[in-house]
C-alpha cells in the first residue's frame, strides 16, 4: 500500500466489529445479564449505548486526524479497536480508537495541536451525551424493570456490588441538568441507564489520553507548551500519584477497607505508562513559543483533564 492510501475496508471492517461488540456491552450494562441476547433486544437495549461510546470516540480520533490534515501531516483514518465480551472482566465493548501519523512532526507547533485536538473535541462530545442522558432520564419505572426489589431493604445485601467512580464534570452536569425530587440513579446502578454509561467512559477515556506522559496526548500538550523539562517533571510527579494510589487500592483491599482511596488498576497503567508509552515525551527538532489561542487551549486541555479524572473508577463490594 502506498503512503498515502488509505485501507478503507480495514477502517470500515474494525468500525462493525466494535459497534457490535459495543451493542453487546451496552445490552449487558442495560438488562444485567450476560449473552446470549435476542437481535432486537441488542437493539433496542444495546444500540443506544453502541451509538453513543462511538460518537465520542469517533469525535475525538477526528479531531486528531483533521488537525494532522490542517498541518499537512499524513495519517491514517481511525482505527477502532473492538474488545468482545468476556466473562469475569468489565466489558466496555471497545478499548478506544487510534490514528497512525505517517509523517515526522519535526516541531511543538504539529504536536501541540495534533495531541490537543483529539481530547477537546471528544470531551465537547462526551458532554453533550452527559447532558442528554441527564435531561431525558426514565422514569423509576426503568430501574425496577431490571431490579424489582430495588427499593427493598434488603436489596444487595447478598450480591456483589460494583460501584463506579465519580468525577467533579459528572457530579457537575448531574446537578446542573437534574431537578429536586426526579429520581437519579447512583453510581452504584449508573450503568443501567446507555447514555450516563457511555458519558461516564468518555470521560474515563478523556482523562486517560491526558495524563501527563509520554507520546499520550496529555504529554503532547505538556511538552508543546512548555518544554521538555517541565514536562518530564511533570510526568514523573503523576506517575509517583499513580504508584502511590495504586499500592494504596492494593492495601485496601487486602484489608477490605470499607472506603476507598486509591484503585489497584492504577498500578498496571502505571506499568503500561512507564514500558511501552515512557515517562518522557520524545524530542523535537524545532521548537517553537506558541501563540496566547494556543495557551488558552492548553490550559483548557488541563482544566478538562482535572474536571474528567476519576480517582477511583471502579469499587467493587463483597458481602
Known amino acids: 500500500m502506498k503512503k498515502n492510501e488509505q485501507n478503507y ?32 433486544e441488542m437493539v433496542a437495549r444495546g444500540l ?9 470516540i469517533s469525535v475525538h480520533e477526528f479531531g486528531h486526524y483533521f488537525a494532522a490534515r490542517y498541518h499537512k501531516v499524513n495519517s491514517t483514518l481511525p482505527f477502532y479497536i473492538p474488545f468482545p465480551p468476556v466473562p469475569g472482566f468489565l466489558n466496555f465493548g471497545t478499548m478506544g480508537a487510534v490514528i497512525k501519523t505517517r509523517d515526522p512532526m519535526n516541531d511543538n507547533i504539529k504536536i501541540f495541536d495534533i495531541g490537543v485536538a483529539g481530547p ?12 442528554y442522558g441527564f435531561t431525558h432520564l426514565p422514569g423509576v419505572e426503568y430501574i425496577l424493570s431490571i431490579h424489582p426489589d430495588y427499593f427493598s431493604p434488603d436489596y444487595g445485601k447478598n450480591g456483589i456490588g460494583l460501584i463506579f467512580g465519580n468525577s467533579l464534570l459528572y457530579s457537575l452536569l448531574q446537578h446542573l441538568f437534574t431537578t429536586p425530587g426526579e429520581f437519579v440513579p447512583p453510581m452504584s446502578e449508573m450503568y443501567h441507564y446507555p447514555f450516563l454509561m457511555a458519558g461516564w467512559f468518555g470521560l474515563l477515556i478523556t482523562s486517560m489520553n491526558l495524563m501527563p506522559v509520554g507520546q499520550l496526548d496529555g504529554g503532547h500538550v505538556i511538552y508543546g507548551m512548555f518544554g521538555s523539562r517541565v514536562q518530564e517533571k511533570v510526568a514523573s510527579v503523576f506517575m509517583a500519584f499513580l504508584i502511590t494510589s495504586g499500592f494504596l487500592g492494593v492495601v485496601e483491599s487486602y484489608f477490605d477497607v470499607a472506603d476507598a482511596y486509591g484503585w489497584a488498576g492504577w ?18 527538532y524545532l521548537r517553537f513559543e506558541l501563540d496566547l489561542k494556543r495557551k488558552i487551549i492548553g ?3 488541563i482544566i478538562i483533564f482535572i474536571l474528567s479524572f476519576i480517582p477511583v473508577p471502579f469499587t467493587i463490594v463483597i458481602p
Do not use: D, Q
Open 9 to 40: 475496508l480495514l477502517h470500515f471492517g474494525l468500525f462493525l466489529v466494535t459497534l457490535i461488540t459495543t451493542m453487546f456491552a451496552g445490552t449487558e450494562w442495560t438488562t444485567g445479564r450476560m449473552p446470549p441476547y435476542e437481535f432486537s
Open 48 to 56: 443506544p449505548y453502541s451509538l453513543a461510546v462511538l460518537f465520542i
Open 120 to 131: 477537546v473535541a471528544g470531551f465537547v462530545a462526551t458532554v453533550a451525551v452527559l447532558i
Open 267 to 284: 498500578l498496571f497503567w502505571a506499568g503500561v505508562l512507564y514500558f511501552a508509552i515512557k515517562v518522557k515525551h520524545p524530542p523535537v
Open 299 to 301: 490550559w483548557f486541555a
